[in-house]
């Protein structure tokens, strides 16, 4: 008889393969003009119906399917609501915008120069993959990463992982950045919008039409697994501490990930009174500024307190969407430090999320890529010599190696060895780990990538 241990070796395995073969589908298997719709993908969902594509693999797919109303106007910084039933069918044949962000290399199709804004505040649709056939399949929705201020679920294809391991594959977008994390008292009207927590009520409302809707497609939404990597796989975790995901999710995946909430005064307060650089005030004492609305900063301040919620809530929507996005400065990759994951005791807990208190009926695999750190290193003109702007060469090899390695082992600590052993300790029988060491990079105009990036995050 194979042990549990073996088992979990085994169980890991399959799903470490499966996961990066969603990751590495070659770019040029991707359909770039629109596919001809097929009858043989006609579902109906809460929306209405919808017709998808027969993919290169075999796979149906479905791609930018509505599963919430567009959050625009009076809807922007409220909770997702059920999308509205459409009279005509859908051609869900291409992926729909991204939320809007800075341009980035996770951002698709949407051109711009680095540092421009891009995307659409009507963002918050999903792609399905599923094999022929499908019937009652175990279903696996992906998050994607980005410091929850970058990224889409569109540029992650699931055909191979529909196809080969028999799964039915969901990929969202969730709205980021400042429209998807912002907490300002003057705009609460409900529990809901007191969070703050906006792209995570995406998420959410994500799983709640894959309970309702995934049947269509081939999947059980009694077998559901959630997943992601960076951001995303903090988001995984977040949603376990959430009191609102009961029943919508099964198993969970968390790669290169970690645990934290923000403070909810972090979130909301000036930073003279401890908040956070952007938090909601700092924020909109910048808009204000910006536009001119007050002459001085404390007459914005001011401003900002004396304005009726109703005169308030109107002001800011208002304004574009680029003009709220460009009040903070894009750092590496295009990411925004704002707070998120707000821990504001309605979508999360009011205190700081605790490992040990994450539901242990939930089966969970974490992990880690041996080179985390390696992704942003490279990058660094403390490490990496450029010229003409093109990478060159690393520094001092040895040296860079070093702080990869380690930095490496630091992140296994605490986004894996630490809450293993927690989630162990609190009772979850179910816990499994991997490490992903992947790194045939090729050489670039002689720039070994395989050492520059090795496994990366």
């Known amino acids: 008889m194979i042990s549990k241990i073996a088992w979990g070796l085994i169980i890991v395995s399959v799903v470490v393969v499966a996961v990066f073969l969603f990751f590495v589908l070659p770019e040029d298997n991707i359909e770039e003009l629109d596919p001809e719709p097929s009858l043989v993908t006609l579902r109906g969902t809460e929306a209405g119906e919808v017709v998808g594509f027969i993919d290169n693999f075999g796979s149906r797919a479905w791609m930018g399917i509505p599963f919430a109303k567009p959050p625009v106007g009076d809807l922007r910084w409220e909770a997702p609501q059920r999308p509205s039933r459409s009279t005509e069918r859908i051609k869900a044949i291409r992926p729909s915008s991204d939320c809007v962000q800075y341009t980035s290399a996770l951002t698709t199709g949407q051109g711009g120069s680095p540092d421009s804004i891009v995307g659409n505040e009507d963002c918050l649709y999903l792609n399905v993959w599923s094999p022929p056939n499908a019937v009652d399949l175990p279903v696996m929705l992906w998050i994607h990463g980005g410091g929850n201020s970058i990224g889409s679920g569109s540029p992650y294809n699931g055909s191979i992982l529909a196809a080969r391991y ?262 979850n029988e179910n816990v499994y780990a991997y490490r992903f060491d992947w790194d045939e990079e090729p050489t670039v105009m002689f720039f070994d990538l395989s050492i520059a990036l090795g496994a990366a995050h």
């Open 166 to 427: 028999k799964v039915v594959v969901v990929t969202i977008n969730y709205r980021l950045g400042v429209l998807g994390w912002f907490h300002h008292p003057k705009l609460i009207r409900n529990a809901k919008v007191k969070s703050g927590n906006f792209g995570l009520l995406d998420i959410v409302r994500s799983l709640e039409w894959t309970r309702d809707n995934i049947d269509e497609f081939g999947g059980d939404p009694g077998n559901v697994t959630i997943f992601g990597e960076s951001s995303g796989g903090a988001n995984v975790l977040a949603l376990m501490a959430s009191p609102l995901v009961e029943g919508l999710f099964h198993k969970a995946i968390i790669q290169s990930g970690g645990l934290r909430s923000t403070p909810l005064e972090s979130a909301t307060d000036h930073l003279a009174d401890n908040g956070h650089p952007n938090s909601s005030r700092e924020l909109v004492s910048r808009w204000f500024e910006t536009d001119g609305s007050a002459k001085s900063r404390t007459n914005v301040d001011d401003l900002q307190e004396t304005l009726g919620p109703k005169d308030f809530a109107t002001t800011l929507r208002r304004k574009s969407a680029a003009e709220l996005v460009a009040a903070v400065e894009p750092g590496a990759f295009g990411m925004v430090p704002i707070p998120t994951l707000i821990a504001d005791g309605t979508v999360l807990p009011e205190q700081p999320l605790n490992v040990s208190k994450l539901p242990t009926d939930i089966p969970v695999i974490l992990g880690s890529n041996r080179d985390e750190p390696a992704l942003f290193m490279v990058q660094d003109p403390k490490f990496v010599r450029t010229f003409l702007g093109v990478f060159n060469s690393l520094k001092n090899k040895v040296d860079y190696r070093k702080r990869v390695h380690y930095g490496g082992l630091q992140w296994k600590a605490r986004g894996v060895d630490s809450l293993a052993v927690q989630m162990t300790n609190a009772g």
